[in-house]
């Protein structure tokens, strides 16, 4: 009797191995899902978007294989396996600091207060740069996904669904400002005693940024108010300029959105033709824990003509108020509420007002796409 139970224990083992090396369920992913609000406990799991960096998704919203040139450079196939790893950047800040101002205070502290440079003395940052700040990197988007509290986390993870269908909102695609972040990005550094202008300019905007190394102070609480660009101070360290920003308005840009309470310090420092650093983020209303990441501009070695920055506005080249049309009569009309091509201009979060819009016609609409497997 033992004998012959044991070798039937060892056959039904056997089976039971050949049945745990079939084929596992497919496991939902982003786009898959019926629903991706169900799948919230798959939202920080690199599979869940087959490893694709936000980069890499975006890049499916055209939906063919990469090309070599402009707007399909980045192009990839819907659902196709991306090439983000898990810790390849680390976003969480290495600080103790829980606000910007404590941070901005130790380090001027640990400057001695700062250095008073001269004209002879001042960091020399002319010509014109490309570069900017870096979020991400190779990381998948699980890992931005991870470090954004559960409001701002769901429309992450819906903007990412939408820009994998070519549902994508840009602020400056509808005469919107591009907001902090933008700035963020110069192209040119002005160098001065008790002020550094930072100045940048795209197809519909120009941003500038007051940096003021004075030993000011920030605006007084009763006169603060929300800015695009923030209100910046700072000083420097030998060469380095270290800055904090605050009064920065709520809008999207950098990781994914933001609200009226980020705050950042910023490092910059030249070394050769390169101007490196970083920038730390304090808003606990969007993320788990402060953020940071690298600053890098590279010195553009010449200056074709057509580079050269200029002052732009949206209206240059979109026109009007989008709100603003020809009726029939070919006269000039506004939209009102009640229009389904409606914008409310007083939205503090038209990207979210778009996405949920947008879901509901994508879904009746009917259209589909069919994942690369």
């Not at 919230?40 to 939906?63: E, F, H, K, S, V």
């Not at 250095?115 to 940052?125: A, G, I, N, S, V």
């Not at 970083?278 to 553009?300: Q, W």
């Amino acid at each position: 009797m033992t004998a012959r139970f044991a070798a039937r224990a060892s056959i039904a083992a056997l089976l039971g191995c050949f049945s745990l090396s079939g084929p596992a369920a497919a496991q939902t992913t982003i786009f898959t899902t019926t629903d991706f609000r169900q799948d919230r406990d798959r939202w920080t799991d690199p599979a869940y978007y087959r490893n694709n960096t936000p980069g890499q998704l975006r890049g499916m919203a055209i939906n063919v294989e990469g090309r070599r040139t402009g707007q399909e450079l980045s192009a990839r196939v819907y659902g196709s396996e991306g090439t983000g790893k898990a810790g390849a950047v680390a976003l969480k800040s290495p600080y103790p600091y829980t606000n910007a101002w404590d941070h901005y205070q130790a380090l001027l502290k640990q400057a001695n207060g700062g250095t008073r440079h001269t004209r002879m003395t001042l960091p020399d940052w002319g010509g014109h740069w490309g570069g900017g700040v870096n979020f991400g990197g190779g990381a998948p988007a699980s890992s931005i996904a991870a470090m954004l509290t559960p409001k701002y986390r769901e429309t992450y993870v819906q903007e990412m669904k939408a820009v994998t269908e070519g549902r994508i909102w840009s602020a400056n695609s509808i005469c919107l400002p591009g907001g902090y972040f933008d700035a963020v990005g110069a192209e040119e550094f002005a160098v001065t005693l008790g002020k550094v202008y930072t100045m940048g300019s795209g197809n519909g905007s120009s941003t500038t940024r007051w940096i003021f190394t004075d030993g000011s102070p920030h605006s007084p609480k009763e006169k603060e108010f929300g800015k695009w660009h923030g209100e910046s101070i700072g000083f420097w360290n030998g060469d380095e300029l270290v800055v904090h920003t605050n009064q920065i308005r709520g809008w999207k840009g950098g990781l994914s959105e933001y609200s009226d309470g980020l705050e950042t310090v910023e490092r910059y420092r030249r070394t050769g033709d390169r101007i490196e650093g970083e920038i730390t983020l304090y808003d606990p209303e969007v993320y788990v824990s402060p953020i940071n990441a690298r600053l890098n501009f590279r010195l553009d070695k010449e200056t074709p003509y057509e580079d050269r920055m200029q002052f732009n506005t949206c209206t240059d080249t979109m026109g009007p108020s989008q709100n603003v049309y020809m009726d029939e009569k070919g006269q000039l009309n506004i939209r009102l509420d009640g229009d389904p091509l409606y914008w409310e201009a007083a939205d503090t979060r038209p990207w979210a007002t778009y996405l949920n819009e947008s879901d509901k016609r994508y879904k009746q609409s009917g259209q589909t796409r069919t994942p690369r497997r």
